[in-house]
């Protein structure tokens, strides 16, 4: 759990190191394309690039020659840094939380969002997505949802996760393969039926297909939005 929530919590810092490190303008701004960023529609969210230039390697993998990268702990092997993939992930959340706050017009305390934390399924990198006001759709159909999950054993629109009256609820769309919860990761688990919705707490496991995942809370509670109603669809998809 503390990889994908480090990830976001330290990436800020990561990007004044950056600086420090003397990191051109320049090759941030040619990085931030790398990391899927619309620039330069996007410059206010450079400091992700910078970010993503001066972290180091994670705890476990290596460079091993010829544009490879190998996590000594599972052997997964990849031809792309490490530092890219957490940081483009940090770019798409941080997108989605701007986009909301500019269509809400308030800002969010990003250390009272609650997440949800996963290994990424191909490399193992560990992943974070935002839980943010209201329903958050969860699926492979990118554009279509708001957490996109890489695995062919979801639905295009698979579950949902909403924050609802302070309580996280969780759905599941009518999926093929379903979606259930357990008490932790690693623990036998519950699969609800179709439309069912079933409140989350701090540190569950859930299933959504195959791919794991657990809801981190953290201690400052829950994000409230003056004036925003729950009910109905969110502001970042119509369904």
Same mark, same amino acid.
């Given at each position: 759990?503390? =990889?994908? !929530? %480090?990830?976001?919590?330290?990436? %800020?810092?990561?990007?004044?190191? *950056?600086?420090?490190?003397?990191?051109? &303008?320049?090759?941030? +701004?040619? /990085?931030?394309?790398?990391?899927?960023?619309?620039?330069?529609?996007?410059?206010?969210?450079?400091?992700?690039?910078? @970010?993503?230039?001066?972290?180091?390697?994670?705890?476990?993998?290596?460079?091993?020659?010829? $544009? &490879?990268?190998?996590?000594? =702990?599972?052997?997964?092997?990849? /031809?792309?840094?490490?530092?890219?993939?957490?940081?483009?992930? #940090?770019?798409?959340?941080?997108?989605?939380?701007?986009? #909301?706050?500019?269509?809400?017009?308030?800002?969010?305390?990003?250390? !009272?969002?609650?997440?949800?934390?996963?290994?990424?399924?191909?490399?193992?990198?560990?992943?974070? /997505?935002?839980?943010?006001?209201?329903?958050?759709?969860? *699926?492979?159909?990118?554009?279509?949802?708001?957490?996109?999950?890489?695995?062919?054993?979801?639905?295009?629109?698979?579950?949902?996760?909403?924050?609802? /009256?302070?309580? +996280?609820?969780?759905?599941?769309? $009518?999926?093929?393969?379903?979606? @259930?919860?357990?008490?932790?990761?690693?623990?036998?688990?519950?699969?609800?039926?179709?439309?069912?919705?079933?409140?989350?707490?701090?540190?569950?496991?859930?299933?959504? *297909?195959?791919?794991?995942?657990?809801?981190?809370?953290?201690?400052?509670?829950?994000?409230?939005?003056?004036? +925003?109603?729950?009910? =109905?669809?969110?502001?970042? &998809?119509?369904?």
């Amino acid at each position: 759990r503390a =990889g994908g !929530r %480090s990830a976001a919590a330290n990436a %800020s810092a990561l990007a004044t190191q *950056g600086r420090a490190a003397g990191i051109r &303008h320049e090759d941030a +701004y040619r /990085h931030a394309k790398e990391l899927g960023m619309n620039m330069p529609y996007d410059v206010d969210l450079l400091w992700i690039a910078e @970010a993503s230039l001066a972290m180091p390697l994670p705890h476990g993998w290596k460079e091993v020659g010829g $544009g &490879h990268y190998l996590n000594n =702990g599972n052997g997964v092997k990849t /031809h792309r840094r490490p530092q890219t993939e957490i940081c483009a992930n #940090l770019y798409r959340e941080t997108r989605r939380k701007v986009d #909301l706050e500019e269509a809400l017009g308030t800002t969010l305390d990003e250390s !009272r969002l609650g997440r949800i934390l996963l290994l990424d399924p191909a490399s193992s990198i560990p992943l974070f /997505h935002y839980i943010l006001p209201g329903r958050n759709t969860i *699926g492979k159909a990118a554009g279509q949802v708001d957490i996109c999950l890489a695995s062919k054993a979801c639905s295009k629109v698979h579950a949902c996760i909403e924050l609802r /009256h302070e309580t +996280y609820l969780l759905s599941d769309l $009518g999926s093929t393969n379903g979606t @259930a919860f357990g008490e932790f990761p690693g623990t036998a688990s519950t699969k609800l039926a179709s439309e069912e919705e079933m409140e989350v707490v701090d540190g569950q496991l859930i299933l959504i *297909g195959d791919v794991e995942c657990s809801l981190a809370l953290t201690e400052g509670g829950i994000v409230a939005v003056e004036g +925003y109603s729950e009910a =109905g669809a969110s502001p970042r &998809h119509s369904e």
